[in-house]
C-alpha cells in the first residue's frame, strides 16, 4: 500500500527560528513527493516537488525538502519562519501508475512573535 | 495564465437535496481531480476525469458523480446530500502524466443542514 505520514500535527516556532516538518512515506515504487500550503480559508499552493532529480528540492518562499529514500522520508524546512508562514501544511505523495495525489493529515504551523 | 476557479464559494443545503459543484481548469490542463475535505483532515480523492471521461475513482458511493466539458470544465453533483457530505470541495487541474503535481482552485465550502 501507498501513503504517506506526517509525524507532527501541530508544530509551535517563534518568528525567525527555523522549521521542521516531517513527513514518511511508504511505496513500492519510485514516488513523486509534494509540499503544499494551506492558508485559513484558501486553497492549496505547491510549496515544492520532488520527482527523481536532484535529492534536495527548493522551493517557494525559502522552503526546501530533502528525499531520503534510505529513510524513506520527505522533510520541509526553512531556515527563519515569517508570520506569514502560518498555515496548515500538507505532505503529498503521488506515482506515475496512479491517478490521484494522497495526503497526510496535514501538520498545524503557528509562528510566535 | 489563468488559474483554476471554482464556483459557488459557499452553498448551504438540506439533507436529501442535490448539490452541483462547478471548476474550471487552469489554461493548458486536461485533466480534473476532485477531492472533498473535512474539516481538520487532509483533502480525499473523489475522482478524475479526462477527456470527458472518468479516469479513476476514490472511496466514494455513485452518489458522488461528474462530468468534464470539451473546454476541460467540471462539475461534481451529490446527490441524496447526507450531513457528513459538509466539507470543503476541492477541484486541481493537471496535465495527463499521473504522478503530477496538480494545482488546486480555492474550493466550495458545502454546509449540509
Known amino acids: 500500500a501507498q501513503s504517506v505520514t506526517q509525524l507532527d500535527s501541530h508544530v509551535s516556532v517563534s518568528e525567525g527560528t527555523p522549521v521542521l516538518l516531517r513527513c514518511n512515506y511508504s511505496?513500492?515504487?519510485?514516488?513523486?513527493l509534494f509540499w503544499y500550503v494551506q492558508h485559513p480559508n484558501k486553497g492549496l499552493q505547491l510549496l515544492l516537488k520532488?520527482?527523481?532529480?536532484?535529492?534536495l528540492v527548493k522551493g517557494i518562499n525559502g522552503f526546501e525538502a530533502e528525499f531520503k529514500k534510505s529513510e524513506t522520508s520527505f522533510h520541509l524546512t526553512k531556515p527563519s519562519a515569517h508570520m506569514s508562514d502560518a498555515a496548515e501544511y500538507f505532505c503529498?505523495?503521488?506515482?506515475?501508475?496512479?491517478?490521484?495525489?494522497?495526503f497526510g493529515a496535514g501538520t498545524t504551523v503557528t509562528v510566535r512573535a | 495564465e489563468t488559474g483554476v476557479t471554482q464556483s459557488p464559494t459557499h452553498l448551504i443545503k438540506t439533507r436529501g437535496q442535490q448539490v452541483t459543484l462547478r471548476c474550471s481548469s487552469q489554461s493548458g490542463h486536461n485533466t480534473v481531480s476532485w477531492y472533498q475535505q473535512a474539516l481538520g483532515q487532509g483533502p480525499q480523492f473523489i475522482f478524475q476525469y479526462y477527456r470527458e471521461e472518468e479516469n479513476g475513482r476514490g472511496n466514494f458511493p455513485p452518489r458522488f458523480s461528474g462530468l468534464q466539458f470539451p473546454n476541460y470544465s467540471s462539475e461534481l453533483n451529490v446527490n441524496a446530500l447526507e450531513l457528513d457530505d459538509s466539507a470543503l470541495y476541492l477541484c486541481?487541474?493537471?496535465?495527463?502524466?499521473?504522478?503530477?503535481?496538480?494545482?488546486f482552485g480555492p474550493g466550495t465550502r458545502l454546509t449540509v443542514t
Open positions: 486541481a487541474s493537471s496535465f495527463r502524466l499521473a504522478g503530477d503535481e496538480q494545482y
Open positions: 520532488y520527482t527523481s532529480a536532484a535529492t
Open positions: 511505496s513500492s515504487y519510485s514516488p513523486s
Open positions: 503529498v505523495v503521488g506515482f506515475l501508475n496512479d491517478y490521484k495525489l494522497s
